[in-house]
Structures are given as C-alpha cells and as structure tokens.
C-alpha cells in the first residue's frame, strides 16, 4: 500500500501529459490450495494493509448457520451427538473467528438480534474429537 501512495506522490496527474493512467484493485476472497496463493488474516493493527470485506465475500467464507453445521456433522461423523461434549467443543471453537463468525442484525448495535456462521474449514477441529464415517 506504502508502494502506491509512493508512486502516486512521485507522479501526479497531469492533463497536459500524453498518458494518465489510474488503477483499481479488487480482491475476492476463494478458498484455495494452490501455493502461489497469498494467505489473509483478519487483523485489528492499524499500520495492516486495509481490505474491505463485503457481506457476500463473508457469506461465501462462512456459508454454514448453526443448523447446517449440526447437519454436516451428523453426515460426517459415526459417534456424533448434540451432547455436552459437542457444546463444549463448540464453545471453544467459536473463540477464534478462524471458524465462526456472529452477523448482527444491526451492525450498530451490539444488543441487536444475532446469528452465527460457520466456516467448512471449522470440521478439522471437530476431526479430532469425532471419528469419521
């Protein structure tokens, strides 16, 4: 980010110049193997390079509610049960907004009806307490 704004102060626009070219970046969040990939991390430190998340890149990175969740589960796993084990796992498993993140009705407004998603990449921690089918 540094780069561009450098870039920009060594050369403004100028109509007079034959050539002004301008520049937009997007970026679309894929879930991806492919090891050129560049890793993304959410993070709160102010110097990080800012990237705006929409609703929809949100939703595709966290496609599951808490219903489809239980049904993939129970697809996935022999000896899963919706018991105090699962709760428990659950619990600590949403602490990190890796795998689960809490959409609010009002944005604004932290008291605000609310519901949580889930990421698929959430069923590698479940992969270690529950025995596949």
């Known amino acids: 980010m540094a780069e561009i704004s450098q870039a920009e102060l060594m050369h403004p626009s100028d ?3 034959k050539f002004n070219v301008s520049m ?39 496609p599951w509610d808490y219903h489809e969740l239980i049904e993939q589960l129970g697809s996935r796993y022999g000896d899963f049960k919706q018991n105090s084990k699962f709760y ?22 932290p008291k605000s009806t609310k519901k949580r998603f889930y990421s698929p990449g959430i069923l590698g921690e479940f992969d270690k307490h529950y025995t596949r089918k």
């Open 15 to 17: 109509e007079s110049e």
């Open 24 to 62: 937009r970046i997007e970026l679309h969040f894929v879930r991806t193997t492919n090891p050129d990939a560049l890793p993304f991390r959410h993070s709160k430190d102010e110097g990080a390079f800012a990237v705006e998340v929409k609703e929809e890149d949100l939703r595709r990175m966290f």
């Open 88 to 109: 428990d796992l659950k619990r600590k498993v949403e602490i990190s907004e890796k795998h689960s993140r809490t959409r609010y009705l009002d944005p604004g407004n």
